[in-house]
């Protein structure tokens, strides 16, 4: 089993709607969850972190966090076409971030 | 400059090369990164350096060889590579390595490397 799971994709959404990304973990003594965007061709920047249950908002940004079901997802709301990009979820255990392959959305225009 | 700036920002290589790839840091950072970025694979950490000093390790082939010789600068090594070492290798940093504060990292743009 991955230590990070997300689905490659690519997933394709209007511009206009909700893009939802999903990520599972394995470890549960995992505590911090972040999520990554990768513009192709360039350097992965962070958008969103989250430390404890339920949602944080963040503009068009909601990341979700369910360590129960060890589960993290990311929420984009009024997708724009500049949001097509590779998310990457990212998991901190002890001190080591681990990093999910990343799911590559399109929003079409 | 500002953030963190990798040179070069494309590399071919041969197996029998040695070459170098540079990383700069102007954030005044403590914590130092080397990542592999293979097409369709996660991240895989390389190294990590804090204050100067190797923290972490991965299991990485002697092939591949960091040095950091302050905490603003970083280097990896390269001699004798295969063509399967070919991915994009970032640089990043982050204000520490311990508690939370090695989580947000700043990434370079990165160096594409292939090896023939």
């Known amino acids: 089993q991955k230590e990070v799971e997300q689905n490659s994709g690519p997933l394709s959404v209007p511009e206009g709607a909700i893009a939802s990304l999903n990520c599972t973990y394995s470890d549960r003594v995992s505590q911090s969850f972040f999520w990554y965007r990768q513009y192709s061709g360039k350097s992965p920047e962070l958008i969103m972190s989250?430390?404890?249950?339920g949602d944080k908002e963040d503009g068009r940004f909601t990341a979700q966090l369910n360590k129960a079901s060890q589960y993290v997802s990311l929420l984009i709301r009024d997708s724009q076409p500049s949001d097509s990009a590779t998310y990457l979820c990212?998991?901190?255990?002890?001190?080591?971030?681990?990093f999910g392959s990343g799911t590559q959305l399109t929003v079409l225009p | 400059e500002t953030g963190v700036t990798q040179t070069p920002r494309h590399l071919v290589m041969g197996m029998t090369n040695k070459k170098s790839l540079k990383c700069e840091q102007h954030?005044?950072?403590?914590?130092m990164y080397w990542y592999k970025q293979s097409a369709k694979k996660p991240l895989e950490l390389m190294f990590v350096y804090s204050l100067e000093e190797r923290v972490e390790n991965n299991s990485v082939p002697s092939r591949f060889s960091p040095e950091c010789p302050n905490s603003s600068h970083l280097f990896l090594h390269l001699h004798t590579l295969q063509p399967e070492d070919s991915a994009l290798y970032l640089c990043?940093?982050?204000?520490?390595?311990?508690?939370?504060?090695?989580?947000?990292?700043?990434f370079g743009s990165g160096t594409q490397l292939s090896v023939l």
């Open positions: 990212a998991v901190n255990k002890i001190r080591q971030l681990t």
């Open positions: 990043a940093s982050s204000q520490d390595f311990s508690g939370q504060l090695n989580e947000k990292l700043f």
């Open positions: 954030l005044g950072h403590n914590a």
């Open positions: 989250i430390y404890s249950n």
